[in-house]
């Protein structure tokens, strides 16, 4: 452990309105647990702030005791990237609020708030931010490294409806960054993740969205091959307001799936119009017609549904291991290494999606933010989760040797955010041309790497 006789914790606990948690406080292994149940992290200190001062003196108590940094926002991370071992732990969990401003089409969202926090506060409003599927996921993780989901397609990836944020730097003073203060760092905190400080407030853009037409087809799985040819020529020049991310998937055996159904391997698309139930029928018929789906949920839907539609299927406290890529091409020989992995998906929490980042995601400029692979039309992420910890070496087997397969079929790099800790290369790859530049933004705002508990950028050395 880190200097551990030397921490003041007392002054620490005094100085901070929210709470602090160590080894043998009753609340302690249950304050260290995060969503994904793999990982088992032992800190020296968590601290639960409840404000920007408390989130200030945070950093300032590790910075003088030289205590490793972790951020915790939603805690969804499945590489852990919110908790470490032996250091301090920054839980920014009480920090969840929202504030809408109708007028202005905008939203404020504390740096520990929820996508479900959010979605809760703009849909009075008919408003939404586009983020991800999981409704439960945090807003600073997936905001930071991105964020892609239904709305994507039609309004952008969550750093393209990002205006401003509030950090709380490695020195522990606070700024804001937008397009006019600090452009730099908000450049970098567009896709470069948790590497800069933490972010105590987002202000994001919403739009008009209310009920959309969305949610799952489903078909046997020996019909993959030709949905998903069909599938990469409809995503390619479907219009913005359709999305549809493909999945193999074996079904739940839950009361909203015919029994003969149950736990059968499948392929799916999981659909979003938001121009309306006319539209949206219009778009669907010519595969409603063409491939008629065993299974065809899809119907209007008030878009907090859809956002929490598969929550119930993922709580908290499951073993996690994902591999992912990003996909321009989906090709006749990786359709069948897909048919063959697909055929051996461990289990109904198992899956593999491909995420559609085209439309207008595509539309903003490769170095307009660090997020590098504007040219990608899907990101793809092989999931292995199971609720049992035995069962743990079948799922990482299974993830890695459907991603040793495909690997060769991808773009090079993947999304940070579906990225387990995978080494600096893989980093690399993921920012490609972005990648120094954000060294180098690094190196002004954190140059001793304070914050190194993520997808990592270190400093260039030569500012
Ligand atoms: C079930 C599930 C579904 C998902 N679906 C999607 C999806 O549809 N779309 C998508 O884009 N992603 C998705 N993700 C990935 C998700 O974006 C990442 O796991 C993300 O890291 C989660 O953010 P968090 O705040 O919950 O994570 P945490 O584990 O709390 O934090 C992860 C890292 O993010 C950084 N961080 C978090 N909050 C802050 C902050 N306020 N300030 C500074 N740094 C911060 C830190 O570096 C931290 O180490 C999903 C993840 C899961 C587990």
């Known amino acids: 452990m880190e200097m551990l006789e030397t921490i003041d914790t007392q002054s620490f606990r005094a100085a901070l309105r929210g709470q602090v948690i160590e080894p043998g406080d009753a609340d302690y292994d249950n304050a260290r647990k995060v969503y994904n149940a793999m990982i088992d992290r ?15 003196n945070a950093v300032c108590l590790a910075q003088k005791n030289g205590l490793t940094v972790s951020i915790r926002g939603g805690g969804h991370n499945a590489a852990g990237l919110g908790v470490c071992d032996d250091g301090l732990v920054i839980d920014l969990s009480p920090m969840r609020y929202t504030h809408v401003d109708p007028k202005a089409g905008t939203v404020r969202a504390g740096g520990g708030s929820t996508w479900a926090d959010v979605d809760h ?9 586009p983020s991800g599927i999981i409704s439960s996921t945090g807003v600073g993780g997936l905001t930071l490294g991105g964020g892609m989901g239904h709305l994507t397609r039609r309004y952008g990836l969550t750093i393209d409806n990002l205006i401003a944020a509030d ?14 203060q600090n452009e730099d760092l908000f450049w970098a905190i567009r896709g470069g ?25 489903l078909w046997p799985l020996e019909d993959a091959p030709k949905i998903l040819r069909w599938y990469q020529d409809f995503i390619r020049e479907a219009p913005d307001e359709v999305s549809a991310f493909f999945a193999f998937l074996r079904v739940p055996p839950g009361p909203h799936f015919p029994e003969h ?5 499948m392929c799916a698309m999981v659909w979003c119009h938001t121009g309306g139930p006319e539209k949206a029928e219009a778009a669907l018929r010519p595969i409603r017609e063409m491939f008629p789906p065993a299974l065809d949920l899809c119907g209007p839907i008030p878009h907090p549904a859809l956002q929490s539609m598969f929550d119930p299927i993922y709580p908290p406290g499951l073993q996690w291991y994902w591999k992912a890529d990003f996909i321009n091409e989906i090709s006749d020989r990786a359709i069948n290494l897909h048919m063959q992995h697909a055929q051996e998906l461990p289990n109904m929490f198992s899956t593999m999606h491909l995420y559609p980042v085209n439309g207008a995601a ?21 999931v292995g989760v199971d609720p049992d910890p035995a069962n743990r070496d079948i799922i990482v087997k299974w993830a ?58 270190p400093p260039s050395r030569d500012r």
């Open 261 to 265: 159904l149950h736990l059968q391997k």
């Open 42 to 56: 032992k800190p020296r200190l968590i601290a639960r702030c409840a404000d920007v001062a408390d989130v200030m």
């Open 193 to 217: 993740g948790g590497n800069f400080g933490v972010v105590t407030s987002f202000l994001f853009r919403a739009h008009p969205v209310h009920t959309n037409y969305g949610g799952p087809m």
């Open 400 to 457: 890695k040797s459907y991603w040793d397969d495909l690997h060769p079929h991808s773009a090079g790099g993947a999304y940070v955010n579906f990225m387990m800790d995978e080494g600096e290369d893989r980093v690399k790859a993921s920012y490609r041309d972005n990648y120094s530049r954000l060294a180098t933004v690094k190196s002004r705002y954190d140059p001793a790497n304070f914050f190194r508990v993520n997808q990592n950028v």
């Open 362 to 382: 595509a539309r903003v400029g490769k170095s307009d933010t660090a997020w590098s692979y504007r040219d990608a039309t899907w990101a793809q992420v092989i």
């Open 121 to 129: 506060a703009t849909h009075p409003f008919g408003l939404a931010v």
């Open 167 to 180: 950090l709380v730097l490695a020195d522990g003073s606070f700024v804001t960054a937008n397009e006019w």
